[in-house]
């Protein structure tokens, strides 16, 4: 069974512009998250869709939005980008939505540059 | 806020010796806790996890961790650490707030074993 996918690996984007970055689930799976790793920071949770829908949300400013399709996959995007915002982006995918006892999958990441 | 804290940032052994690394976290409710790794160059993986029952909890590769609820914490620990394992560890706690469950990861910790 194929894992999670993320495209694209590497991107470099200038400050004030917008990205959008997209991720595979496993087959099967249909809650998708999506979470923004930095060394400072670490690893730290933007949101999640299951079933098309955002479930949950983090602390993240609305220039970061989502969305989800009905095969599963989803897009992140960021708007207006800021040099803070240079980060490995990493999407995860699971069978059920984000509960008390869910089990995550990580794909490789997107590696976004601002500069 | 829930938060996570991961005492150790750099974690530096011989192979054959032994590995505990900490993991505290804030929450008062009932908890999920998760132990991923990240070897050099792949994915972040699962490597045990705790939902509830025996709070002595095996995972793979020979890694093991206890839940103790007194004490808020979760570490991890290896009897026999090999060149293998170097690796980055990250804790996470999955708990409700506000009525959704936001997974928060600790800042992670660099293991290094020399051979």
């Known amino acids: 069974k194929a894992g999670v996918t993320q495209t694209p690996r590497y991107l470099i984007k200038t400050r004030g512009q917008q990205v959008t970055l997209s991720c595979s689930p496993i087959?099967?799976?249909?809650?998708v998250s999506w979470y923004q790793q930095t060394p400072g920071q670490g690893l730290q949770f933007l949101f999640e869709?299951?079933?098309?829908?955002?479930?949950n949300k983090g602390n993240f400013p609305g220039r970061f939005s989502g969305r989800q399709f009905s095969n599963s996959r989803s897009e992140m995007n960021v708007s207006t980008l800021e040099l803070g915002d240079s980060a490995l982006y990493l999407c995860?995918?699971?069978?059920?939505?984000?509960?008390?006892?869910?089990?995550?999958?990580f794909g490789p990441g997107t590696r976004l540059t601002v500069t | 806020a829930q938060s996570v804290s991961q005492h150790n940032h750099h974690v530096i052994l011989s192979e054959a010796a032994s590995l505990e690394l900490g993991c505290n976290y804030s929450y008062g409710g009932t908890v999920n806790l998760f132990w991923y790794v990240q070897y050099p160059g792949q994915h972040l993986q699962l490597l045990l996890k705790?939902?509830?029952?025996?709070?002595l909890v095996k995972g793979i590769k020979g890694f093991e961790a206890e839940f103790i609820k007194s004490k808020f914490s979760f570490n991890l620990r290896k009897p026999s650490v090999q060149w293998s394992d170097t690796a980055e560890y990250f804790c996470?706690?999955?708990?409700?707030?506000?009525?959704?469950?936001?997974?928060?990861f600790g800042r992670g910790t660099s293991l290094i074993v020399h051979p």
């Open positions: 869709y299951f079933s098309e829908t955002q479930r």
């Open positions: 087959s099967g799976h249909r809650s």
């Open positions: 996470a706690v999955n708990a409700r707030s506000g009525g959704s469950y936001i997974p928060t």
């Open positions: 705790y939902f509830s029952g025996d709070p």
């Open positions: 995860a995918s699971s069978l059920a939505d984000l509960g008390p006892s869910y089990e995550q999958y």
